[in-house]
């Protein structure tokens, strides 16, 4: 049983909500989707079991992902799918209401982040506070963040890539692109229709991702079986798909964060891109996970780069640990620029 106070982390991800309970760690990590009867506006489903759905379903039930681009699409289904997610890890009658902590990517506007904030307090939270997404992440990675040194993450989520320069627990310099995951998916789906005339579904196209693809195609050597639809016949097809024909199809959005990092350390103070070239650049979230993608931006910037222990989880995992550090700041105060508490 959970105790009288409960504090929740949440990575309210496009593609993954992953929520991490203090004193616990991650309870919950689920795909960001939800199924909804277009007839009714009745929800059916949310998160791993809508998921199964995408791609599959009849044509009056949807299967929709309520965020895009790191910011909420949908707000009705965004509050329904919170609300699911906060009773399923700490049960339908809690009697008190949880603090909530909750990752927003930089460069969000303020309607955006009042957004995240009702959606919260309307599925059930006593007070919401948001960290921003580089800040959790290099906090989960376990970076020395309120030292006097500079460190570099660059996370890659389903929707947005943030990469910031990070020192005495503040973002220096940050850039936010709403290229990553998710624009891999369509850049390998518009690709193969461009290049085979086969249209694949989103599913497809992220097992090309983890299975061959990789940022650069001399990465590695690797081939699959893909199926489709011909649009010419309109009947399912076969065809192989190569590692350098998938490098090639990502090359312009791998292209984009490669030199976004590079803009962000031009613009970084010497001193600090001189802790950096010692450290190395810290790479988190799902799409940092595309092969090569390190080496990549380790050529292109002469810096060491590499992956986070748990890329997928470091988001999550510095939004719950931030809780600690909430504690000492009231509604109306930031925490040194890096959490925005809630204005009630």
């Known amino acids: 049983m959970f105790g009288m106070k409960i504090d929740i982390g949440i990575d309210l991800g496009t593609a993954n909500v992953l929520v991490y309970v203090k004193g616990k760690g991650i309870v919950l990590r689920e795909p960001s989707v939800v199924a909804v009867n277009r007839d009714t506006n009745q929800i059916l489903s949310i998160g791993e079991d809508a998921k199964r759905m995408l791609g599959r379903t009849p044509g009056n039930i949807a299967a929709i992902r309520p965020l895009r681009d790191g910011v909420i699409a949908d707000y009705d289904v965004t509050e329904s799918m919170l609300r699911f997610f906060i009773d399923k890890v700490i049960g339908h009658r809690f009697v008190f209401r949880p603090r909530i902590m909750i990752c927003i990517p930089t460069g969000v506007t303020m309607v955006e ?17 948001l960290i921003e997404e580089p800040m959790a992440a290099a906090i989960g990675a376990g970076l020395p963040v309120d030292e006097a040194t500079g460190s570099m993450i660059v996370d890659i989520g ?10 005495l627990g503040g973002i220096v310099i940050s850039r936010s692109l709403r290229i990553a995951g998710d624009k891999f998916d369509e850049a390998l789906i518009s690709y193969v229709r461009r290049t085979c005339n086969i ?10 991702k983890i299975r061959i693809a990789a940022a650069s ?17 309109g009947l399912p097809k ?5 590692t350098a024909q998938a490098a090639e199809a990502l090359s312009a959005p791998v292209g984009r964060i490669v030199e976004t990092v590079k803009a962000v350390l031009e613009e970084t103070p010497p001193e600090l ?16 996970m595309l092969y090569g993608l390190d080496s990549l931006i380790q050529r292109e910037t002469g810096i060491p780069t590499m992956l986070a222990e748990d890329p997928l989880s470091c988001v999550a995992i510095g939004t719950g640990k931030a809780l600690d ?14 959490i925005v508490p809630s204005v009630k």
């Open 113 to 129: 982040k009042r957004a995240v904030q009702e959606a919260a307090e309307q599925a059930g939270a006593r007070r919401t506070q």
């Open 273 to 288: 891109a001189s802790d950096i070239m010692d450290h190395g650049i810290v790479l988190t979230g799902g799409g940092s």
């Open 199 to 208: 249209l694949i579904g989103e599913r497809t196209a992220e097992e090309i």
């Open 217 to 233: 195609p001399e990465a590695r050597q690797g081939q699959m079986d893909v199926r489709g639809r011909d649009l010419l016949s």
């Open 158 to 167: 389903g929707g947005t890539t943030d990469i910031a320069v990070i020192s």
């Open 238 to 242: 076969n065809i192989q798909l190569t």
């Open 325 to 338: 550090f909430a504690d000492y700041f009231g509604d109306g105060q930031e925490m040194n620029s890096a």
